[in-house]
């Protein structure tokens, strides 16, 4: 299966990484790889989808799983 990161979660994860660049040189990339580690630590796991559906449900994107 296949997991990516919506467009406007892209999207702040890239001001994110700007910011703590701008903060302190290569900050923001040492971020970028923990959030990289920490993702494909979800993705190798069976439980992202679920994950996913509580926080699409949280949303209100969907229905709530446990409805």
Same mark, same amino acid.
Do not use: C
């Given at each position: 299966?296949?997991?990516?990161?919506?467009?406007?979660?892209?999207? $702040?994860?890239?001001?994110?990484?700007?910011?703590?660049? #701008? !903060?302190?040189?290569?900050?923001?990339? $040492?971020?970028?790889? $923990?959030?990289? $580690?920490?993702?494909?630590?979800?993705? #190798?796991?069976?439980?992202?989808?679920?994950?996913?559906?509580?926080?699409?449900?949280?949303?209100? !994107?969907?229905?709530?799983?446990?409805?």
């Amino acid at each position: 299966m296949s997991i990516g990161f919506l467009a406007p979660a892209r999207a $702040e994860l890239e001001k994110a990484v700007d910011y703590h660049n #701008d !903060q302190s040189s290569g900050l923001g990339f $040492e971020f970028a790889a $923990e959030v990289n $580690e920490r993702w494909n630590a979800l993705s #190798d796991t069976r439980m992202p989808g679920a994950l996913f559906r509580n926080a699409l449900a949280d949303a209100g !994107q969907i229905d709530s799983p446990t409805a």
